[in-house]
C-alpha cells in the first residue's frame, strides 16, 4: 500500500533551517509528485511548493519562494524540504502528500505529519 | 490567485443528519479543477472528492460532490459519528494550490 512517512518532530531557534524528509513507498515513486503543505495552529491548511519526482521541476508558493526548496533522491524514494530563516510563526504541522499525477496536484495519500515548533 | 471561502465556518449537526458544506471561488474554476479533504485532529487529511465530483477510492457512497465555475458543495447525506471533522477544499487548476478556510462539522 501506498505510504509516505515523515522524519520526526523538530524544536528550533529562530533563524535556524528546517529539514524534513518524506520516504515514499508502495509505488512507483517517479509516477506522481510530492507536494507540502502545513498548518498552522488553529489555522487552515497552506500550500507550500510541489516537486516532480521523476524530473525534480519544482514549483513554489510565492509565499516561500526565497527561503524553501525541495530535492529528491529517487534511489531512496525520499523526498526532502528545507525551510530556511525559521520565525515563530513557521512553528506548524508540515505535511507530505502524493499528487495524483504530474499534471492534477490534488493528493491522495498524505504523510503522517512533522510538528516544528520555533522558539528562543 | 484563486481564493476559496467556505462556509459555513461551523455546522452543528446530530448524526443521521445531511450535511451541505459550501466553496466558493474567487474566480471560475474551469475543468471542475476542485478537490474535498476531511481532516481529523492529530491526523492526516483525507482525499474524499476530487474532480468537483469523483468519489476517491474507499470513500463512502454518503459522500458526495457537486458543482461548477465558483459554486461547489460537499454532500454528506446522512452523517455518521466519525464524519464529524473539519473539511477542506482545495483548487489545483492554478499555482499557487489553494485551500479554503475550512468547515467544521460538530456534533450538535
Known sequence: QVQLVQSGPEMKRPGASLMVSCKASGYTFSTSGIGWMRQAPGQALEW????????????????????????????????????????????????????????????????????????? | EILLTQSPGTLSLSPGERATLSCRASRAINTNS??????????????????????????????????????FTLTISRLEPEDFAVYYCQQYIDSPLTFGGGTKVQIK
Open chain 1, 48 to 120: 507550500m511548493g510541489w516537486i516532480s519526482t521523476d524530473t525534480g521541476d519544482t514549483n513554489f508558493a510565492q509565499k516561500f519562494q526565497d527561503r524553501f526548496s525541495m530535492t529528491r533522491d529517487t534511489s531512496a524514494t525520499t523526498v526532502y524540504m528545507k525551510l530556511e530563516s525559521l520565525r515563530s510563526d513557521d512553528s506548524a504541522v508540515y505535511y507530505c502528500a502524493r499528487s495524483y499525477s504530474d499534471r492534477w496536484w490534488f493528493f491522495d495519500h498524505w504523510g503522517q505529519g512533522t510538528l516544528v515548533t520555533v522558539s528562543s
Open chain 2, 34 to 71: 476542485l478537490a474535498w479533504y476531511q481532516h481529523k485532529p492529530g491526523q492526516a487529511p483525507r482525499l474524499l472528492i476530487y474532480g468537483a465530483s469523483t468519489g476517491a477510492s474507499g470513500i463512502p457512497d454518503r459522500f458526495s460532490g457537486s458543482g461548477s465555475g465558483t459554486d
